[in-house]
């Protein structure tokens, strides 16, 4: 099945509008982050719970940039930018690490590292220079 960036965004979007911003209810800890814009604001997250979830759309912009960093038994990471020159980091450490990375631009970087038993990790960059780092441990 071929799903295009454009239908992507707009399920991340969907889901982050349904989604408040720092939803967090003992175990679980879903965050949300959605910017449209020429002042898109770089974005640092750090999640501890059990079974933590990010979904970051990042449209326009010179420097789209997203950091996010998940210590917990299943993580889930979704990050789409657009814009000049885009960066994506993810750090997850846990039993299940699931990671998207979607980006188009001027120029894409994503580095992506995953400690687990189950680490799934895509890397889809658009971009007229793109640089990836794909980094899964089984302990």
């Not at 209810?25 to 933590?52: K, T």
């Not at 580095?111 to 089984?138: H, P």
Request: proline content about 3%; hydrophobic content about 45%; overall charge positive.
């Amino acid at each position: 099945m071929k799903i295009s960036l454009k239908t992507m965004a707009a399920v991340l979007a969907s889901a982050a509008l349904s989604t408040p911003y720092g939803a967090s209810a003992g175990a679980i800890s879903s965050i949300s982050v959605v910017q449209f814009g020429a002042q898109v604001q770089p974005v640092v997250i750090s999640q501890s719970s059990q079974v933590n979830a990010v979904g970051v759309l990042q449209v326009g912009g010179s420097v789209p940039s997203a950091s996010v960093v998940q210590t917990g038994q299943n993580n889930f990471v979704g990050i789409l930018q657009f814009g000049g020159n885009t960066s994506a980091n993810v750090g997850q450490v846990g039993e299940t690490n699931v990671s998207f990375v979607g980006q188009s631009g001027g120029s894409a970087n994503a580095v992506l590292g995953q400690i687990g038993q189950l680490n799934a990790g895509t890397v889809m960059q658009f971009g007229n220079v793109n640089s990836s780092t794909v980094v899964q441990i089984k302990p």
